[in-house]
């Protein structure tokens, strides 16, 4: 490089470390609003026949005290519920893992600590306490254990009451049709002012009712009220133990031995015709806690016997009836069983069982259902079906197919006798397996409950520095800028001069 260049790069060099110092004070002192981080929630659904476990996700600056929640994943346990595990010691804990786990990396590392985790367990802990407490209090201490031993905000591990099951799901629905908030057009979440609609389950175990009402609620243990987004909402609620599709159909078998006697062939008029299967009296019927009322004072748990479909709508149906009881009734008005119900009132959704009833109904019949008496059609019609004609229809296995007649009638008593829905009030029903694309069910309304305990997070502000410290530093920029102008300048004239001279 000439010595004439060399005269001129220490000015240039602080000329450009000036320019570039105060670009990055501009930059860091403007004050850049960063978008808040999501907050996340792990609600692990202990159902009485599988576990799942589902994560969710919301702002962290929240609507009227309620996270906006998301489903952001969601997680199937291979093996069975945690109730199965009585007896098995460390069973039910080792079944999490694979979902707990998955959960370590779906989750950003640096929301572990602040990400709530809870168990709810439902109706098959709930039969499982009525048999067994010390057994389920251990099952329930061990998953807890478990739970503990991840880096999350550990919450809860709670059996649910039946109430807080159903109202649950209550929220679920209507968080989903957007009955609550809606994101409006102006950009911003809005309450859009429409009714809310009811919910109806139907698990393994246990099957719920949960709705908004007016009218007076002359049982408390029915009445709830929920706060959701700044509104309060008066809850009619019902769980019926016993009344889930898996447990009514052995409370069938249970009820039809008895009335037939034990022996080698149990005539079974929901089975399809000319369809057999053989089945243990204890493991298949009588050691549920649901069927101890059916047991036969002295039987060998051990012996098979053998179940014969006769594909009779009209006995299966009267069969069915018989499992409810409607004549006793303390209350002004009673659904079944002497439980108090309001009159039913809006709209409703039934899912999970309800919704794979009616869908095998609506297949095999291809009937539209939008009554009592169009429903009950399509019931003689799939109970009159041989077990080969179902499959031919629909393609899948035998064990799905052979309960549909018998499930089928127990969802029509339990609609139209139990909760009374008539020709006016059934259309109103609509049997769904998802809302918003996302799957029904209680754990979704459990999650936006718990949001509410969480705390909402302000939006920071990108500084490293005090105002102060940085009104230094851009001073000393500047002076740094000038005085390399300066000194550019006399060199630029003394490079003139010497020109001049020459």
Avoid at 36 to 60: C, F, L, N, Q, R
Avoid at 399 to 411: G, I, S
């Amino acid at each position: 490089m000439s010595p004439r260049l060399l005269r001129f790069l220490p000015p240039v060099l602080l000329l450009i470390l000036a320019l570039v110092g105060i670009l990055l004070v501009a930059l860091r002192s403007k004050e850049l609003k960063s978008p808040p981080e999501y907050s996340y929630g792990i609600v692990v659904d202990a159902g009485s026949s599988h576990t799942a476990m589902y994560i969710y996700k919301w702002p962290a600056d929240k609507l009227n005290g309620t996270g906006v929640v998301t489903q952001h994943s969601e997680c199937h346990v291979p093996d069975k519920g945690i109730s199965s595990y009585a007896g098995n010691r460390g069973g039910a804990a080792n079944s999490l893992k694979i979902c707990l786990d998955e959960a370590l990396v779906k989750i950003p590392e640096s929301r572990h600590r602040q990400t709530p985790l809870c168990l709810g367990a439902t109706a098959g802990m709930r039969l499982l306490r009525d048999v067994n407490a010390t057994e389920s209090q251990r099952i329930m201490k061990e998953v807890e254990i478990k739970l503990r031993s991840y880096p999350f905000l550990f919450k809860e591990a709670v059996i649910l009451s039946g109430q807080r099951e159903g109202a649950y799901g209550w929220v679920s629905v209507n968080y989903l049709l957007e009955n609550f908030i809606k994101y409006g057009f102006v950009g911003r979440w809005l309450n859009p002012g429409r009714e809310t609609i009811g919910a109806l389950d139907l698990g393994g175990a246990s099957t719920q009712i949960t709705f908004e009402t007016s009218e007076k609620v002359e049982s408390e243990i029915n009445l709830m009220e929920l706060n959701l987004y700044g509104q309060t909402y008066r809850l009619y609620t019902q769980s019926f133990l016993c009344y889930g599709q898996n447990q009514f159909l052995m409370k069938l078998l249970a009820h039809l031995i008895k009335t037939q006697g034990v022996k080698s062939n149990i005539l079974h008029p929901c089975y399809p015709r000319l369809f057999n299967t053989t089945i243990k009296l204890g493991a298949d019927v009588f050691d549920s806690p649901c069927t101890k009322n059916f047991r036969p004072a002295k039987f060998d748990p051990w012996t098979s016997v053998t179940m014969v479909g006769t594909g009779d709508y009209e006995n299966c149906s009267a069969s069915v009836k018989e499992l409810f009881s409607f004549e006793k009734c303390p209350y002004s008005k009673c659904s079944f069983d002497g439980v108090f119900q309001p009159n039913v009132t809006g709209s409703f959704m039934a899912f999970a069982a309800y919704y794979f009833t009616h869908s095998y109904l609506t297949r095999l019949t291809n009937v539209t259902i939008k009554s009592p008496n169009g429903m009950a059609k399509a019931i003689r019609l799939v109970c009159n079906l041989s077990l080969s004609e179902m499959r031919e229809k629909t393609k899948e296995d035998k064990k799905h197919l052979k309960n549909v007649c018998a499930v089928a009638n127990f969802v029509y008593v339990l609609l139209i006798n139990g909760y009374q829905f008539d020709e006016k009030s059934f259309p109103s029903i609509t049997f769904q397996k998802k809302a918003g694309g996302t799957s029904v069910g209680w754990a979704l309304g459990y999650m936006l409950n718990l949001s509410y305990q969480v705390p909402a997070e302000k939006l920071g502000l990108m500084k490293t520095l005090p105002p102060g410290n940085w009104a230094g530093i851009l001073f000393l920029f500047i002076a740094i800028l000038l005085f390399a102008l300066a000194n550019l300048l006399v060199v630029l004239r003394n490079a003139r001069t010497r020109q001049d001279v020459v």
